[in-house]
């Protein structure tokens, strides 16, 4: 049985992504999403964008300095808030995830949401949950989203 899981965020908060996307074009964002679990969905009750520390090939790659990672966890504890999902865009390419973006997804039982932005504009948002039991079989399967 596939069980599809579900991320829940507000219209702001989504439109806060794709914005990020085109704001950065034609390097990838990425951010963090926090929230709360409901059940099997997360819900998204915070975005908080982080600068992309990859120099070397910030076009197609995207990384979160550990430390930034750290602080944006620390601060929404303190508002009650867990980590329930990271994003990032891909300039002029499809909104599916890479072998990299597998590699580099270590939070199993997040969201792991992906823009694609089209010359500049956002275009289609997917997310994708890391399920799974370790590094080993771990794997990024579709998720709805509901804009809310
Ligand atoms: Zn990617």
Not at 41 to 52: F, H, L, P
């Amino acid at each position: 049985m596939v069980k599809i899981s579900m991320l829940k965020i507000s219209a702001a908060h989504f439109d806060a992504v794709r914005r990020h996307g085109e704001e950065t074009y034609p390097h990838e964002c990425c951010g963090v999403l926090l929230g709360q679990m409901d059940g099997d969905r997360r819900v998204v009750t915070a975005v908080a964008r982080c600068g992309n520390t990859r120099n070397d090939s910030p076009h197609n790659r995207y990384h979160i300095d550990p430390r930034e990672l750290i602080r944006i966890q620390r601060q929404g504890r303190e508002r009650g808030e867990d980590i329930v999902g990271f994003y990032h865009s891909h300039p002029d390419h499809p909104p599916r995830w890479s072998s990299t973006d597998l590699d580099e997804a270590h939070w199993i039982g997040c969201s792991y949401v992906i823009t694609s932005v089209e010359k500049g504009k956002a275009a289609v948002t997917n997310s994708f949950e890391l399920s799974g039991n370790d590094e080993n079989d771990k794997k990024l399967a579709d998720e709805k989203i509901e804009v809310t």
